[in-house]
C-alpha cells in the first residue's frame, strides 16, 4: 500500500479573508482551498508546516489522517470557552492533551495504532464532527471520555488508574459522537461498559429557561445584546453557560469511578457473552439447515450424478459444493461412513476425470 496522508482545516466562528486565503495557498501546492476549508493530501512527501500553528492561526479544527494507522482531531477554542480544569481529567499523555497559543487553547486528540495500517478516505469526516467543539465549549465531556476509552486501549497505562468523570449521555450519542466512535475503533463493549454509569441527560425547559433569562442584571442583558448586534460568533454558548450557571445544573453524581482493570475485564465479559450469543444462533441456524436439506438428500445425489455427466467444468464446481453439503449432512446424522462409500463410487466410476477428481481433493473430499 502506497503512502498517504490527509490533513483538513476548517474555520467555524468566521470565514476567511482574502489575505489569510492568500497566505494559506503559500503553504503548498498542494491545498485544496475555500473560505472555510484547506485540504493538503500528500501520495509521498509530507506538509512542511506545523499543523498546530496552522490551526492556531487560521481555523478552529483539523483532522488528519495517515494510512499508517495515525489519526489525530485538534479544535481551537477560545480561552474564556473552555474549563480546563474540567478538562484535564481526561487528558491522557499524547492521546488527549493540550496547550495554549495566544487567547486560545489547542485541544489535541491524537492516536497512533503501533503497526496499524488503514485506507479511509478523509472527505466529509471533519463536517461530521466539528459540533463537537461547541460540545466541548457547552461543557459537554462525551466525547473527550470516548476519547479517552480509546487511549486506555492503546496507552500503557496503571490497571488501578480510575476513569476520569463520567458524562451524562453516553447511552444516547449524537451522530458528530457517534462518527467519532466509528473513525477513532472506540470498543463497542467498553461503551457499554462505561455507559452503565452514564446518566441520562438533563433536558432544560422554556420556562427554567426563562426563569433564569429574569436573573440577569439589565446591564449583562444589554451587554449580550450588544455583542449579539456586533456579530459575535459562539456566543449562544456563552449565554447557556451563564444561564446554566444561575439555574445550578451540574452533572450528576455517578457511582465509585472504576478502574481501568474493572472496566476492561466486564468489557471482555460483555464481548465473550456475545461472542457465545452469536455462535449458539449460527449453531441453530446451520442445523435449521442441515433439517432442511435432509429432506432433499436423494434428489441432490440424483443432481450430483447429471452434474458430472454432463463434463463441464462449471458444472464440476457445482457438484462438489453438493457433496461439500451432502459430507456435512453426513457428520451430523452420524453417517460419514455412507456418504464415504458413495464418494468412493463417484472416484471409481470418474477415475478418467482428473479435472473432477481434483476439485474433489482441493474441497477435501478425498477417497477412503
Not at 189 to 200: D, E, F, P, T
Not at 260 to 279: D, T
Amino acid at each position: 500500500m502506497s503512502e498517504f496522508q490527509y490533513y483538513e482545516f476548517q474555520t467555524i466562528d468566521r470565514p476567511l479573508t482574502d489575505e489569510e486565503q492568500a497566505a494559506i495557498s503559500r503553504l503548498s501546492s498542494r491545498v485544496a482551498l475555500t473560505a472555510n476549508q484547506a485540504v493538503f493530501t500528500y501520495q509521498y512527501g509530507d506538509f512542511r508546516e506545523d499543523p498546530e500553528q496552522v490551526l492556531a492561526q487560521y481555523f478552529d479544527a483539523m483532522l488528519y489522517l495517515a494510512n499508517w494507522g495515525t489519526k489525530q482531531l485538534m479544535f481551537r477554542i477560545p480561552k474564556s470557552l473552555i474549563n480546563l480544569e474540567q478538562v484535564e481529567p481526561y487528558c491522557v499523555g499524547d492521546c488527549i492533551s493540550y496547550l495554549t497559543e495566544g487567547e486560545y487553547v489547542i485541544l489535541d486528540i491524537l492516536f497512533y495504532e503501533e503497526g496499524g495500517e488503514f485506507w479511509v478516505e478523509g472527505e466529509g469526516w471533519l463536517s461530521s464532527l466539528v459540533e463537537l467543539r461547541d460540545d466541548i465549549m457547552s461543557q459537554d465531556y462525551r466525547v473527550l471520555y470516548l476519547a479517552w476509552l480509546r487511549a486506555i486501549m492503546l496507552e500503557d497505562m496503571d490497571d488501578d488508574t480510575c476513569e476520569p468523570p463520567v458524562p451524562s449521555g453516553l447511552n444516547e450519542l449524537s451522530k458528530p459522537l457517534r462518527n467519532f466512535v466509528e473513525l477513532f475503533d472506540v470498543d463497542e463493549y467498553l461503551l457499554q461498559v462505561a455507559a452503565k454509569s452514564s446518566a441520562a441527560r438533563e433536558v432544560v425547559s422554556d420556562d427554567i429557561l426563562r426563569q433564569a433569562i429574569a436573573k440577569l442584571s439589565r446591564e449583562e442583558c444589554n451587554e449580550f445584546l450588544l455583542r449579539l448586534a456586533q456579530g459575535e460568533p459562539r456566543l449562544s454558548v456563552e449565554i447557556n453557560r451563564r444561564l446554566r450557571e444561575l439555574i445550578g445544573t451540574s452533572e450528576p453524581q455517578t457511582q465509585q469511578p472504576r478502574t481501568i482493570r474493572q472496566l476492561l475485564e466486564v468489557a471482555e465479559q460483555e464481548r465473550e457473552r456475545e461472542r457465545r450469543r452469536l455462535a449458539e444462533e449460527a449453531e441453530a441456524k446451520r442445523i435449521q439447515e442441515l433439517e432442511s436439506l435432509a429432506k432433499q438428500e436423494a434428489q441432490m445425489w440424483k443432481d450430483i450424478d447429471a452434474l458430472i455427466q454432463k463434463k463441464q467444468t462449471k458444472l464440476y464446481d457445482e457438484a462438489v459444493q453438493l457433496l461439500v453439503k451432502l459430507q456435512e449432512l453426513a457428520v451430523y446424522k452420524g453417517e460419514e461412513s455412507v456418504f464415504q462409500e458413495r464418494l468412493n463410487q463417484i472416484y471409481e466410476q470418474y477415475s478418467r476425470r482428473p479435472g473432477l477428481l481434483q476439485r474433489l481433493r482441493d474441497a477435501d473430499l478425498h477417497q477412503g
